[in-house]
């Protein structure tokens, strides 16, 4: 099976030209320099952020001590879900003390986001153990590990909620 080359038709010594050009342009590519160097970036880059945000350690927190990030001072707001605390704070607008999760921020959230439900007895006092989760019907487990994977592709996660006695 012979392949002919067939210029006779004006469309294909058209495409056999551009071929041509374009395998020119990738195997010797122009080496030009640009005849000003760009001025755009002699004042810095804009997309830089005024100041870094604050570093977050890793820490573990008792429910009292989550409690004081509950965002009412201005400070960052934190929430735990099933043991796991997130902050919230770029969230400030749905978990500040204005906000419709605002019940949530410095608290154990895990049965309230399981239930889909805002209200305050989903919150466990901070004074008492941590809430077992034990009633939970697998649905609501499920709705809550939902939640979870949500919160650790948005915010980050900066600690581990335990019992009032353990730290």
Known sequence: MALSLNLGTPVNTALFL???????????????????I?????????WLPKSHPPAVLYKIYTPKTLEPF?????ERIL??????????TAGR??????GMYGNFAGRDA??????????????????????????LRQDEIDNMRGWIDHFSSKYIICGKLVENDSV
Not at 70 to 74: A, E, F, I, V
Not at 79 to 88: C, E
Not at 110 to 135: C, V, W, Y
């Open 18 to 36: 551009y071929i041509l050009y374009s395998v020119q342009r990738i195997i010797f590519p122009t080496k030009s320099t640009p005849a000003t």
């Open 38 to 46: 760009p001025h755009e970036f002699k004042a810095g880059y804009s």
């Open 70 to 74: 509950n965002g009412r001072d201005k």
């Open 79 to 88: 929430l735990a879900i099933n043991g796991v605390v997130f902050d919230v």
């Open 93 to 98: 607008n749905f978990y500040g003390p204005d």
């Open 110 to 135: 895990s049965r309230g986001m399981a239930k889909q439900s805002f209200d305050l007895e989903m919150l466990t006092p901070i004074d008492q153990p941590l809430d077992k989760l034990d009633d």
